[in-house]
């Protein structure tokens, strides 16, 4: 090539930049002091103007493809919002468990060292009461039994003389009677089969005399069947076994702490029954195995969604990086180090993970509300909206845009600018 051919090729214009990079790029050009106008912006700190130059960037890239950002939110969203009410249930369904050992003033549990083999002799009832510690002690059983094709309840099999009936208000009809084919109903779940005193119900093809409807200390009373401990027995096929023991301890001396009083009082009980464990009312509430499938459920759903929320978000983030690569190679030819672009596209991540976090809260808090109001879920679920959990869920919803947007942003960080500026 000659000396006039070369002189005429560096004569010719660059080309023109498509008004739509031009726009895209305006707002962070004032980041690099060689392009700034003002001797005011070039006084504030580099941090200070990137961090301007980047919310410009991201709420331009977002606007431009509204849809698709709308969509992402709502993916986000609805994600967020399961895990909002499926773990506020939860969470409110360990509550209840709770309320019922407060309301009838047990103190300890006594089960099975395994968790699955919940199982235990109904005479260990007898060396419970002889220590110097227990006031109370009351066998029991609870399971959940099929009581129509559509409604199932739970069960629980007391002794007449159980100290757990203080818990109760009759609001109609008279206690049970041991070795009486006789059941007490729960108001919530009498309304549900339409029972009253006096109705015959049938459970497992043996028929039950309805001899009391009650208000109960807790949702899992109320909608509860409470029957003679042996006649439960006989229906679970478990003739000499119980689910578990309740006890209730005398008060502590004088000087003496609770916490310590309690933990001495395990001791003796454990001592007594070995093979076997005394456990707290409070811990026994969040261990059952109910409580633990609640959690369980609530928690593996809620994953499932979020990982398909997250899917979506780091979809949204790879269409961008490769709708825009051209103007990332225009960016990097301007002076932005690659970590500013990761910076830039983890941001507008973590902006879509956020929006999406305030609407899941929303959505979630819109579900609990509706739970809290249904007659067969408003003894469980409270109005109240725990700020642990709006905080938790939060969280989540940021992480999920940083996790969503880690490949995309490293992807784009390492566009060459000369590959990206000859990108189509």
């Keep these: 090539m000659s000396s006039f051919q070369s002189l005429k090729e560096i004569d010719k214009p660059f080309p023109t930049l ?44 977002l606007w431009r493809r509204r849809l698709r950002t709308l969509l992402t939110l709502c993916g986000i969203g609805m994600a967020i919002g399961a895990f909002v009410g499926l773990v506020g249930f939860s969470n409110a369904f360990e509550q209840s468990w709770l309320r019922l050992y407060t309301s009838s003033g047990t103190d300890i549990a006594i089960i099975q060292q395994t968790f699955l083999n919940t199982s235990l002799p109904e ?6 009461t002889a220590l110097p ?52 109903l729960g108001e919530l779940l009498s309304g549900s089969l339409h029972k009253k005193t ?34 439960l027995q006989q229906l679970s096929s478990l003739q000499g076994k119980v689910s578990t ?19 001495r009082a395990q001791a003796q009980i454990e001592a007594a029954l070995p093979g076997l464990r005394a456990v707290p009312a409070a811990e026994r509430a969040g261990n059952n195995q109910f409580v633990r499938l609640a959690h369980a459920s609530a928690w593996g759903t809620s994953s499932i969604a979020l990982l398909i929320g997250i899917l979506g978000i780091a979809n949204t983030m790879a269409m961008s990086v ?3 690569t051209r103007e990332i190679g225009i960016l990097r030819a301007l ?46 679920v409270s109005a109240t909206f725990p700020l642990p959990l709006v905080a938790e869920a939060f969280g989540i919803s940021i992480l999920a845009g940083l996790i969503a947007g880690a490949i995309p942003a490293w992807r784009g960080a390492q566009l060459s600018p000369v590959e990206a500026l000859r990108h189509d």
């Excluded at 301890?249 to 933990?263: F, M, V, W």
């Design 18 to 61: 498509p008004h739509r990079w031009t726009r895209s790029i305006e707002a962070g050009l004032s980041w690099h002091p060689a392009l700034s106008r003002s001797k005011t912006v070039r006084t504030h700190s580099d941090f200070m103007t990137a961090q301007l130059s980047f919310i410009g960037f991201v709420r331009k890239n």
């Design 123 to 128: 005479s260990a009832t007898a060396k419970v």
């Design 133 to 184: 510690t227990v006031a109370q002690a009351t066998p029991m059983i609870y399971n959940v039994m099929d009581l129509t094709p559509e409604v199932n309840a739970l069960v629980y099999g007391w002794k007449a003389d159980s100290y757990e009936f203080e818990s109760l208000q009759l609001l109609s009809g008279r206690p049970f009677h041991d070795g009486q084919p006789e059941v007490m």
């Design 198 to 231: 006096g109705d015959t119900l049938e459970i497992q093809g043996s028929p039950f005399k309805v001899v009391a409807i009650y208000h109960g200390g807790s949702a899992l009373e109320t909608g509860a069947v409470i029957m003679p401990l042996d006649q």
């Design 245 to 263: 023991i309740h006890v209730r301890l005398r008060p502590a001396p004088a000087g003496e702490a609770p916490d310590e009083y309690l933990k």
């Design 322 to 324: 490769f709708e825009r």
């Design 335 to 380: 002076g932005w180090k690659r970590g500013q672009i990761m910076i830039l596209i983890q941001l507008e991540a973590c902006v879509l993970g956020v929006g999406g976090g305030f609407l899941g809260i929303a959505v979630g808090w819109g579900a609990l509300q509706l739970l809290a109001a249904m007659p067969q879920t408003a003894g469980i």
